[in-house]
């Protein structure tokens, strides 16, 4: 399906007349996690590929596993409890590889293949990300994985960038061939296959940049820098953070940055986003925004100590269920009036999301930029709210297609030599955000002082909750529910 696609595409624009003996460099993103099993045999085909034939006539019997695992399958939380096991605990894992054990992480789903299909898994040469098959495509022979994509595989030490040894052997044998070596995510990985210098008119030096996943890559089209941070308020909440100096957790993701060879980014992702905006609006401002909005301006910030809790599903981060209100003196109380009652939600979700980062070694600086977008970044009095908690300005980007455009961005960046020009130079000329909210004068004392009582209140919630009899299959979460991405 993904070989016939890339055929379609190209014969469109084949056919619009787009000049692509222009095409000096390019790159591109996958869904992150998901994996290609090559099967022994592909390279040839693929370095002896016939420019009078669709790639996929030609590639219809090259993988041993004709469906690849995507994000989405959540079957392997025995492998995951195996790898946890091999490393000395979830935490030790997320020290090393960025993030605790996942089911739709790609190195538990080699293992689920590997136990449950020995003999497809011995007849494969290659194992791709869904990026790095797609950059196969591309140049003609197996690509290389990228260190940013290769993050979201529990199998890449983050801070050596090299595939860790225990967490190979955990998952299958022969691994690290069928991997091959990580490289950074600016590499120029080769020039463009002459089937399509042939069949498209594609000039013989286009180079192909390292491909990436979608998240690492709308981070490039957002364009972040040290120090921002970009929230996408959809259906489960995202955060996208660049990060110097990680401190991996339980909770959320580290990867090696895409952009900044040196750093790195974290993703946190809160499922209780706008359904839970819209359930609160529902009850409590007629189903209407606008009263939504007037109640957020008739409450003073701080809500007058009055916080609260509102998961309706689930949450991810952390596990609570359930809605807990409490009054400034720390008592649990049945209900707020409606004014109170919407401050502290839309308070509540972003002093979560600013202790949540910080826990993975965020710091707000003085030139840290908050970049919104998804739904709620429509709405302005949401966006002060969330400017005065971060004590930070809040811009609106149009991040349609934000992965698609940094992958352009990177292919840029890898043709301008990579690691020694700074992203921030090559994007420079790129339209700038558009400024939204500055926070109000006095906010960051009045949140300092909450945030610490949030966070105690949130703990507190955790030890009296009964948590669920098995973690939840963290895959079944909309983790990658963004603006720029078409899983």
């Given at each position: 399906?993904?070989?016939?696609?890339?055929?379609?595409?190209?014969?469109?624009?084949?056919?619009?007349?787009?000049?692509?003996?222009?095409?000096?460099?390019?790159?591109?993103?996958?869904?992150?996690?998901?994996?290609?099993?090559?099967?022994?045999?592909?390279?040839?085909?693929?370095?002896?590929?016939?420019?009078?034939?669709?790639?996929?006539?030609?590639?219809?019997?090259?993988f041993s596993i004709s469906d690849s695992p995507v994000w989405m399958d959540s079957s392997t939380t025995a492998q995951c409890r195996q790898l946890e096991a091999a490393v000395g605990g979830a935490q030790a894992l997320s020290?090393?590889?960025?993030?605790?054990?996942?089911?739709?992480?790609?190195?538990?789903?080699?293992?689920?293949?590997?136990?449950?299909?020995?003999?497809?898994?011995?007849?494969?040469?290659?194992?791709?990300?869904?990026?790095?098959?797609?950059?196969?495509?591309?140049?003609?022979?197996?690509?290389?994985?990228?260190?940013?994509?290769g993050s979201g595989m529990n199998l890449l030490q983050i801070k050596d960038k090299v595939w860790?040894?225990?967490?190979?052997?955990?998952?299958?044998?022969?691994?690290?061939?069928?991997?091959?070596?990580?490289?950074?995510?600016?590499?120029?990985?080769?020039?463009i296959s002459s089937y399509y210098v042939q069949r498209y008119g594609f000039p013989p030096g286009c180079q192909v940049v390292a491909f990436t996943g979608d998240n690492p890559a709308s981070l490039a089209g957002m364009r972040l820098e040290e120090g921002d941070i970009a929230v996408s308020l959809g259906t489960s909440d995202t955060l996208f953070l660049w990060l110097q100096e990680p401190?991996?957790?339980?909770?959320?993701?580290?990867?090696?940055?895409?952009?900044?060879?040196?750093?790195?980014?974290?993703?946190?992702?809160?499922?209780?986003?706008?359904?839970?905006?819209?359930?609160?609006?529902?009850?409590?401002?007629?189903?209407?925004?606008?009263?939504?909005?007037?109640?957020?301006?008739?409450?003073?910030?701080?809500?007058?100590?009055?916080?609260?809790?509102?998961?309706?599903?689930?949450?991810?981060?952390?596990?609570?269920?359930?809605?807990?209100?409490f009054s400034a003196e720390n008592h649990k109380v049945p209900a707020f009036p409606r004014d109170v009652e919407i401050r502290a939600l839309i308070e509540g979700q972003f002093m979560a999301k600013r202790i949540h980062a910080e826990g993975?070694?965020?710091?707000?600086?003085?030139?840290?930029?908050?970049?919104?977008?998804?739904?709620?970044?429509?709405?302005?009095?949401?966006?002060?709210v969330l400017a005065d908690v971060f004590g930070a300005p809040v811009y609106v980007i149009d991040t349609a297609n934000s992965a698609c455009v940094g992958s352009a961005y990177r292919a840029f960046h890898g043709l301008a030599a990579g690691?020694?020009?700074?992203?921030?130079?090559?994007?420079?000329?790129?339209?700038?955000?558009?400024?939204?909210?500055?926070?109000?004068?006095?906010?960051?004392?009045v949140y300092e002082a909450l945030l610490p009582r949030y966070a105690k209140l949130e703990q507190r919630i955790l030890s009296q909750t009964q948590g669920p009899p098995e973690r939840i299959p963290q895959a079944q979460a909309p983790l990658l529910t963004l603006p720029a991405q078409t899983h």
């Open positions: 399906m993904w070989v016939r696609a890339l055929d379609i595409i190209l014969e469109r624009m084949k056919a619009s007349g787009f000049d692509f003996s222009q095409v000096l460099a390019l790159s591109g993103a996958g869904q992150q996690h998901g994996s290609v099993y090559w099967k022994a045999g592909a390279s040839q085909v693929l370095r002896s590929l016939s420019p009078d034939l669709p790639l996929h006539k030609q590639l219809q019997a090259c020290c090393l590889t960025g993030s605790r054990a996942y089911e739709r992480f790609t190195g538990n789903q080699i293992a689920k293949i590997y136990q449950q299909n020995p003999e497809a898994y011995s007849h494969t040469e290659r194992i791709s990300l869904v990026s790095s098959f797609a950059a196969s495509l591309f140049l003609g022979s197996y690509s290389p994985i990228d260190c940013s994509d860790s040894r225990v967490c190979l052997a955990a998952c299958a044998p022969h691994l690290e061939e069928k991997l091959g070596s990580p490289v950074p995510s600016c590499s120029v990985v080769g020039a401190m991996p957790a339980l909770e959320g993701h580290i990867f090696c940055n895409p952009v900044g060879s040196q750093h790195y980014m974290a993703l946190l992702c809160f499922k209780n986003g706008s359904l839970m905006r819209e359930k609160i609006r529902d009850e409590s401002a007629s189903c209407s925004w606008s009263e939504f909005s007037e109640a957020l301006r008739s409450t003073e910030m701080g809500n007058g100590g009055n916080l609260g809790f509102y998961f309706d599903v689930m949450e991810i981060t952390p596990e609570i269920i359930g809605r807990h209100r993975l070694g965020y710091q707000v600086m003085p030139k840290t930029k908050i970049l919104a977008t998804g739904g709620a970044s429509h709405n302005r009095d949401i966006l002060q690691t020694d020009v700074p992203f921030s130079e090559v994007v420079r000329l790129a339209p700038p955000p558009r400024l939204a909210a500055t926070p109000t004068p006095g906010a960051s004392q």
